[in-house]
């Protein structure tokens, strides 16, 4: 069964505190992405990740930043949390299409819901 | 740029009826749309796709066909259930990018 897995469901940080965020996925997946999700304003792309060591910024992107060591692995770091980044955030992954343009499904973590104080 | 339009709900139905959640869409080129599903405490997951102009998607007696002529994606099912409740987003990924617009997400609840 295909499986992504975020480190934590629920999370609570102090305001300027560093925060870590890590997501793994069993199915070998180029493509990792970062969303934050909130009400009325949907999912967001944050980052995504192409292959181990490239990024590329989604539609908001400030405040945040992500790194991609492993195949497997992808984390988005807070530098300094604040106030507006209490969400939830979603992790997903999917297979990269590579020259042919057509879509392969994206598969989605449970999420962690993140409150900064 | 792309976008995707959809109404927030929430939509409340009694079991058995009709459903209908509207989506309208603004992009480049010939995209592909999509409905994913949220269950309360997971995360998204495909429900169904259509990837060109009259194609039919459907799962799980959910259906939604892609109008390029009004550029619409409209989710469907004839009876629903208590289990259906859930979040639906309607999605769309335009040329050859990784990357998904989502709308909002509109949520169903069936009540017994």
């Known amino acids: 069964d295909v499986k992504v897995t975020q480190s934590s469901r629920y999370l609570v940080k102090r305001t300027g505190e560093k925060v870590f965020l890590e997501c793994v996925q069993d199915?070998?997946?180029?493509?990792m992405f970062w969303y934050r999700q909130d009400p009325g304003l949907g999912l967001r792309l944050i980052y995504f990740?192409?292959?181990?060591?490239?990024?590329e910024k989604g539609d908001i992107p400030e405040g945040y930043s992500v790194s991609r060591e492993k195949k497997e692995r992808f984390s988005l770091i807070l530098e300094s949390a604040s106030t507006n980044q209490t969400s939830m955030y979603l992790c997903?992954?999917?297979?990269?299409?590579?020259?042919?343009?057509?879509?392969?499904?994206?598969?989605f973590g449970p999420g962690t819901r993140l409150t900064v104080l | 740029g792309n976008s995707v339009t959809q109404m927030e709900g929430p939509v409340t139905l009694s079991e058995e009826a009709f459903l209908t959640i509207n989506c309208t869409y603004t992009?480049?080129?010939?995209?592909?749309l999509f409905w994913y599903v949220q269950y309360p405490g997971e995360g998204l997951q495909l429900l169904l796709k259509?990837?060109?102009?009259?194609d039919k998607g459907s799962n799980k007696g959910f259906e939604a066909t892609y109008r390029k002529e009004t550029t619409s994606f409209h989710l469907e099912k004839g009876s629903v259930q208590v289990s259906d409740s859930a979040v639906y987003f309607c999605?769309?990924?335009?040329?050859?990018?990784?990357?998904?617009?989502f709308g909002i997400g509109t949520k169903l609840q069936v009540i017994p």
């Open positions: 990740s192409y292959d181990v060591k490239m990024k």
């Open positions: 997903a992954s999917s297979l990269h299409s590579g020259t042919v343009p057509h879509y392969n499904e994206q598969f």
């Open positions: 999605a769309l990924r335009a040329g050859g990018y990784q990357k998904v617009t």
């Open positions: 199915m070998d997946h180029e493509n």
């Open positions: 992009a480049t080129g010939y995209p592909s």
């Open positions: 259509a990837t060109k102009a009259d």
